[in-house]
């Protein structure tokens, strides 16, 4: 059992959940992972660590409800316990000195992204934070990422600020103009890394993704997640989460990411049926 410090919502369908966990804010590092339950009846979810506090032994998760689950979870508050709050799992990213580095942001990817700004920052790095939101009223945490950023870049899509765009598109711009980029991390929806990885892959410039397939133990034991990763096979729970975006199979695992979208779906309503009626 880990008890809930806050759940917040932070944008329309995006929740903050804050858990106070000790033993898992001590040896949380950037790019690693959760897995929880929201009940004894839920899935297990996988959430990259957005944030931890070693002081107050707290860990933070940012989440996009998609389903049945992360719509339990988004109802839970202040005092409540979840049954399974397992971490963190998966490899730390990859930190290093590597000169300018951006770091690209989209939907619960705005918060996944920051503790690797942060570490990056940290390493001694030049910065540049590229954010992507349909709608400025769908931002959050941008004071905290321009803490962590020497440069930071907002672009929606509809047109309310002045680069109405695309991450990938804004990143290829910025790629024309910045010709020291060393490395790119990027985290969103698949579609945003994806086309993330596209955006870099004529330049060569490594492109580190946290692919988010489906997943069930978080130890390799299931192999729910495997993924094809430079036509080899991978579990993204212990070979992961994050990998060169310009050797993921990407087909393959927009194929396995909509396989139960239909049951999900189906649960959600049944789940609504039985609360609401």
């Not at 918060?111 to 942060?118: E, G, K, L, N, Q």
């Not at 440069?151 to 010709?179: C, I, M, Q, W, Y």
């Not at 087909?251 to 779906?265: G, M, T, V």
Request: net charge neutral; with cysteine; hydrophobic share 40%.
């Amino acid at each position: 059992m880990a008890k809930i410090i806050q759940r917040i919502r932070l944008a329309p369908n995006i929740h903050l959940l804050e858990v106070h966990a000790p033993d898992v804010s001590r040896k949380s590092e950037a790019g690693q992972f959760l897995i929880v339950m929201p009940d004894e009846r839920g899935e297990r979810i996988p959430l990259t660590i957005a944030d931890w506090d070693k002081e107050k032994g707290t860990v933070t998760a940012v989440f996009l409800i998609v389903g049945t689950s992360t719509q339990k979870l988004s109802l839970l508050k202040a005092g409540d316990d979840i049954p399974v709050f397992v971490g963190p799992l998966g490899k730390a990213s990859e930190i290093a000195d590597y000169g300018t580095v951006v770091c690209a942001g989209g939907c619960f990817g705005i918060a996944a992204i920051h503790p690797i700004a942060r570490a990056l920052k940290a390493k001694g790095n030049r910065v540049i934070t590229l954010i992507d939101v349909k709608s400025p009223y769908l931002l959050f945490w941008e004071d905290k990422l321009r803490k962590v950023s020497d440069a930071f870049h907002l672009s929606t899509r509809d047109g309310a600020v002045d680069n109405p765009n695309t991450v990938a598109n804004d990143l290829a711009g910025l790629l024309e103009k910045e010709k020291d980029v060393a490395r790119v991390f990027a985290i969103g929806c698949t579609q945003m890394m994806a086309t993330c990885a596209e955006a870099t892959r004529p330049l060569g410039i490594r492109t580190m993704v946290s692919l988010n397939p489906i997943m069930v133990d978080g130890t390799g034991m299931c192999g729910a997640c495997r993924v094809t990763v430079g036509e080899t096979t991978k579990f993204a729970c212990v070979d992961g989460p994050e990998f060169n975006g310009h050797s993921v199979d990407w087909a393959e695992l927009f194929a396995r990411r909509k396989s139960y979208f239909n049951d999900e779906i189906r649960s959600l309503c049944a789940w609504e049926q039985e609360i609401y009626s």
